[in-house]
């Protein structure tokens, strides 16, 4: 089994094939298509939320012959747990992000391309945050915290860290990827930072896929598919950039990943016909 996490990217919105249901035509469940593909992604996740599900998941599935596979998103985005519940399909968890404080012009201008459901949707969303108090709650948490580089940066790697090292103490192979990779060249980061500097220095770069660049400076998949001109929906990548995607990552996935699932797979049934024999 591959357990997949990540943001909208990876659940696959404004894929063909994305009618309220994970896509089966996004990156990871092309990688995946020879295993058992168990995708926990959700549009609007952050790099919190992804850890929940993922962990979650994995604990759920103990004892089976898993892997992961995660793409991390932007930072900016936090994820909390209210007291009452916020009318979002995740319950009392949300995750907030600077667009449940902007306005409607404000929105329009990251568009790719106009979509006028998407935005009808997004104003809904706001609404509701409204209605609930969550938009107060995310314009004070901005103005105070949630904007600043260094937050978003330490929230991002403490993030990675976390997980990491949750999956190779569980000896779970992994692969990490992002939409993003603005949170290991900023500022923040070069700035020596004790703190930073401590949890940058833990990420096992090993494990992680690049995509390429133009400018030989290592792109996420979102930065990527930009700069190369795929075809965009309003924000997400559309079907060619995810199989080239896919294409570029398959050795790295098969070094990483399905090599290490076929070769467990066949020390698990060895193991199991040993004990039934004896």
């Known amino acids: 089994m591959i357990i997949v996490g990540g943001d909208s990217f990876i659940y696959g919105s404004e894929l063909a094939d994305c009618n309220g249901v994970v896509s089966q035509s996004t990156f990871p469940a092309l990688l995946s298509k020879e295993q058992e593909y168990n995708c926990v992604a959700w549009p609007g996740f952050g790099n919190d939320s992804i850890s929940r599900t993922v962990i979650a998941e994995c604990e759920r599935y103990r004892g089976t012959n898993r892997a992961v596979l995660v793409s991390w998103t932007f930072p900016g985005r936090y994820e909390f747990r209210f007291n009452y519940l916020t009318r979002q399909r995740t319950l009392h968890w949300y995750t907030i992000n600077s667009w449940d404080i902007e306005d409607g012009e404000t929105i329009k201008k990251y568009f790719q391309t106009w979509n006028q459901s998407v935005f009808n949707s997004q104003m809904r969303h706001i609404k509701t945050a409204k209605e609930t108090g969550i938009y107060d709650f995310a314009k004070t948490f901005y103005h105070h915290v949630g904007s600043s580089e260094y937050w978003e940066t330490y929230s991002v790697l403490k993030e990675i860290v976390y997980l990491q090292n949750y999956l190779k103490s569980n000896r779970i192979p992994y692969m990490f990827t992002s939409a993003d990779v603005s949170v290991f060249k900023n500022s923040t980061v070069n700035s020596n930072d004790q703190t930073i500097s401590s949890l940058y220095g833990q990420i096992d770069f090993d494990r992680y896929f690049f995509f390429p660049s133009h400018d030989d400076n290592p792109k996420g998949f979102y930065q990527w598919a930009l700069e190369n ?41 060895v193991s199991s016909e040993i004990k039934r024999i004896t």
Do not use: C, W
Request: hydrophobic share 35%; proline share 2%; charged share 25%.
């Open 229 to 269: 001109k795929y075809a965009i929906g309003t924000t997400h990548p559309l079907e060619q950039a995810h199989i080239d995607a896919a294409n570029l990552m398959r050795s790295k996935f098969d070094e990483l990943v399905k090599e290490y699932l076929e070769q467990d797979h066949v020390g698990n049934s």
